[in-house]
């Protein structure tokens, strides 16, 4: 067999054809329907070349070079210890479980690779214990369940709860029998030999190429020990695959986080503990009820609707005052009673600690404002969260990059404003790099028409809404059905919906009324149904087929400026002489527009219509930069041109081989 050495040397010399991901190579003769592409073997030259050199590659693939591919060969060739991120558990489970056993087994290799996610994604065997124990009142349907996750915890290796299907990803349930960095108890837990973390994270330790997501890999440079511990330093190099999503991932992780269901937990799992390990100690349920209370109590003043805002706007009102000093009373209360209870085992004495931290987290927040950093909340139906965000996250990430000097390669379909990476770049503080784009091997010009409506309003106008439905149902019915609907908010998302009702003959989704997965397994199944989503939507979903060939964006992707975050990113970026606009808000916008848009053609064969509404492409100055950086589809401001194509693709033209528009 080929040394791995020699492969590796393979990339390198030849990465125009006659190489491992050419028409003669191991994919091409082991994967059905493989299609050897120019741009797919470049970019594997060019993330070998990182990998051998120890160099930083920033790379662009259009949608259909076949990034995951081009990334898989070499690094599997490399003969080093590689960490691949990716954007979303979803998109890890599709790399480790689809993509990488299939171009493992058509290169030959004995790679010893390993999937790992934060410890909130396993099943936690004590946690499950204690929630069995509990004397929380159930519903039949919630003992039902716990009775099936546990005959599936004596059947499953991974304790990976994506395996378990029976119960929503989204139930609270999860919370009961899953661990957090908060309450786990580590090598003092009765379940350690067993625990399915630590078998993970070993796995892991002794791989040679290990699939997490951001949110892990960034759990773990923030020391939070949600992640893999001792993995980081022994990588050599790392692959950031949907690289556009690292700094918002980051300022999360870098920053703080103060929530209403931490305070929960704690509640809970003091009387819990209690029970089980103290239960002479009556003063605990009284103290974690009062903290419970406290807890609701500060929602309710933070007011009843869902928002998102500057803490300064409530951190002065009286109420609010009144029911954080209620608040942190009862805190200390409980750390109190918890101390002496502490040596009474080790889920108690994990609640002190917990106590303890959370107490030091709150004073921190509302003590003092910390510099170069904003301080907000959120609110939900019945919960909060006190975060305090880092405003530029490039210091922090280049002080890890630094101090793993080793390659890091970024790569997505949506990294460039046209051709410059100088905003992804700055955001993370990049210097030095190579940067490389190519742009989707599609046929564009030929299968996709983008479609710009004339005589919308402006789109702060209330009517707008309304006139983007106007304007889309002739679409929609000449696509018959077959169509995302991609919206900027929820509330024109709603109002889209509302007017929607009776005015097409096509079924009608709507994001939130089921899980992403089964919408999209809907979708798909249905044929001609009309999809209505939000930000989800936008990215990371693949829809291959007839069954979408419209796409439909109600207005140019900008940041809502009410969001406290970005409002003091835009005045950190004023105060140091720079363009907020032209800088952060225009780059961002235009770099999720390309996400959008990159829902419509998902396939060599694909076609359809993308319609985007916004009159501000033709109205402004700026609106040229949105659509040069479309891919080279034909544009018309007719309808019937819209409706010639998708007449043209009902009778099976070959490639949608449709008549030229004027």
Same mark, same amino acid.
């Given at each position: 067999m080929t040394s791995s050495a020699e492969l590796r040397g393979a990339v390198f010399l030849d990465a125009h054809g006659d190489g491992l991901l050419g028409p003669n190579g191991p994919l091409a003769q082991h994967i059905p329907g493989f299609a050897p592409r120019a741009p797919q073997q470049e970019m594997a030259h060019a993330v070998a070349e990182a990998l051998h050199n120890d160099s930083v590659l920033i790379s662009e693939a259009g949608t259909g070079t076949g990034k995951t591919y081009a990334y898989l060969v070499p690094a599997l060739m490399s003969g080093k210890k590689i960490i691949i991120s990716t954007g979303t558990k979803n998109l890890q489970d599709q790399l480790y479980h689809r993509d990488l056993p299939v171009v493992r087994n058509a290169l030959g290799v004995s790679v010893r690779t390993a999937l790992l996610k934060g410890r909130a994604n396993y099943l936690c065997l004590y946690r499950l214990e204690m929630a069995e124990l509990d004397g929380r009142p159930r519903t039949r349907e919630e003992r039902t369940a716990l009775h099936s996750i546990r005959e599936w915890a004596g059947r499953t290796r991974s304790g990976d709860i994506a395996e378990y299907v029976d119960l929503p990803e989204d139930s609270t349930l999860w919370f009961d029998v899953t661990s957090t960095s908060d309450n786990c108890l580590g090598q003092e837990c009765p379940s350690f030999t067993d625990c399915h973390v630590v078998k993970a994270r070993r796995a892991a330790q002794e791989a040679d190429l290990v699939?997490?997501?951001?949110?892990?890999?960034?759990?773990?440079?923030?020391?939070?020990?949600? *992640?893999? *511990?001792?993995?980081?330093? %022994?990588?050599?190099?790392?692959?950031?695959?949907?690289?556009?999503?690292?700094?918002?991932?980051?300022?999360?992780?870098?920053?703080?986080?103060?929530?209403?269901?931490? =305070?929960?937990?704690?509640?809970?799992?003091?009387?819990?503990?209690?029970?089980r390990e103290a239960g002479d100690m009556q003063e605990l349920p009284t103290t974690a009820d009062a903290l419970k209370k406290s807890a609701l109590d500060l929602r309710l003043a933070l007011g009843m609707q869902t928002r998102r805002l500057p803490w300064s706007e409530v951190s002065s009102q009286p109420e609010v005052?009144?029911? =954080?000093?209620?608040?942190?009373?009862?805190?200390?209360?409980? @750390?109190?009673?918890?101390?002496?209870?502490?040596?009474? #085992?080790? #889920?108690?004495?994990?609640? +002190?600690?917990?106590?303890?931290?959370l107490l030091q987290r709150l004073d921190a927040f509302t003590s003092t404002a910390q510099?170069?950093?904003?301080?907000? =909340?959120?609110?939900?139906? $019945?919960?909060?969260?006190?975060?305090?965000?880092?405003?530029?996250?490039?210091?922090?990430?280049?002080?890890?990059?630094?101090?793993?000097?080793?390659?890091?390669?970024?790569?997505?379909? +949506?990294?460039?404003? %046209?051709?410059?990476?100088?905003?992804?770049?700055?955001?993370l503080?990049?210097? %030095?790099?190579? +940067?490389?784009?190519?742009?989707?091997?599609?046929?564009?010009?030929?299968?996709?028409?983008?479609?710009?409506?004339?005589?919308?309003?402006?789109?702060n106008s209330p009517a707008y809404t309304a006139a983007v439905v106007e304007a889309a149902v002739p679409v929609l019915e000449a696509s018959r059905g077959r169509a995302f609907m991609l919206f900027t908010s929820h509330r024109a998302l709603q109002e889209a919906w509302t007017a929607l009702q009776g005015r097409v003959d096509y079924p009608l989704l709507m994001q939130g009324s089921s899980p992403r997965g089964e919408l999209l397994e809907r979708f798909r199944a249905l044929g001609n149904a009309i999809l209505l989503g939000t930000s989800s939507f936008w990215e990371g979903v693949d829809v291959r087929g007839p069954a979408l060939s419209c796409v439909i964006i109600d207005k140019l992707?900008?940041?809502?400026?009410?969001?406290?975050? !970005?409002?003091? $990113?835009?005045?950190?970026?004023?105060?140091?002489? %720079?363009?907020?606009?032209?800088?952060?808000?225009?780059?961002?916008?235009?770099?999720m527009l390309k996400q959008g848009v #990159? @829902?419509?053609?998902?396939?060599?064969?694909?076609?359809?219509?993308?319609?985007?509404?916004?009159?501000?492409?033709?109205?402004?100055?700026? #609106?040229?930069?949105?659509?040069?950086? !479309?891919?080279?589809?034909?544009?018309?401001?007719?309808?019937?041109?819209?409706?010639?194509?998708?007449?043209?693709e009902s009778k099976r033209m070959q490639i949608c081989r449709s008549p030229d528009l004027t």
């Open positions: 699939v997490v997501n951001h949110h892990l890999l960034f759990a773990d440079m923030a020391l939070k020990d949600e *992640g893999f *511990g001792e993995l980081l330093p %022994g990588a050599n190099a790392f692959i950031i695959d949907e690289a556009h999503q690292l700094p918002e991932v980051a300022s999360n992780f870098f920053g703080s986080v103060f929530s209403s269901r931490q =305070l929960l937990e704690l509640a809970d799992d003091t009387v819990t503990e209690h029970l005052t009144a029911a =954080l000093q209620q608040l942190h009373a009862a805190l200390t209360a409980l @750390r109190t009673a918890l101390k002496p209870a502490a040596v009474r #085992g080790k #889920g108690l004495e994990s609640c +002190t600690q917990r106590a303890e931290e510099e170069n950093h904003v301080q907000w =909340l959120e609110t939900y139906t $019945r919960s909060f969260t006190l975060n305090r965000t880092p405003l530029d996250i490039a210091p922090i990430f280049q002080a890890h990059m630094q101090a793993r000097k080793c390659a890091w390669i970024f790569t997505s379909a +949506t990294l460039a404003v %046209g051709d410059s990476f100088e905003h992804f770049s700055q955001r503080a990049l210097q %030095g790099t190579i +940067t490389k784009r190519w742009d989707s091997p599609f046929d564009f010009a030929r299968n996709a028409v983008f479609y710009a409506p004339p005589d919308l309003p402006d789109p992707p900008f940041a809502a400026l009410g969001d406290p975050v !970005l409002q003091a $990113r835009l005045d950190t970026l004023r105060r140091q002489g %720079g363009n907020p606009f032209m800088d952060y808000q225009l780059p961002a916008a235009v770099i #990159g @829902r419509l053609i998902r396939d060599v064969n694909d076609c359809g219509v993308m319609m985007i509404c916004d009159p501000r492409l033709f109205s402004k100055p700026y #609106g040229q930069t949105f659509i040069n950086s !479309l891919p080279p589809m034909r544009r018309t401001r007719k309808m019937e041109n819209v409706q010639k194509f998708f007449v043209a």
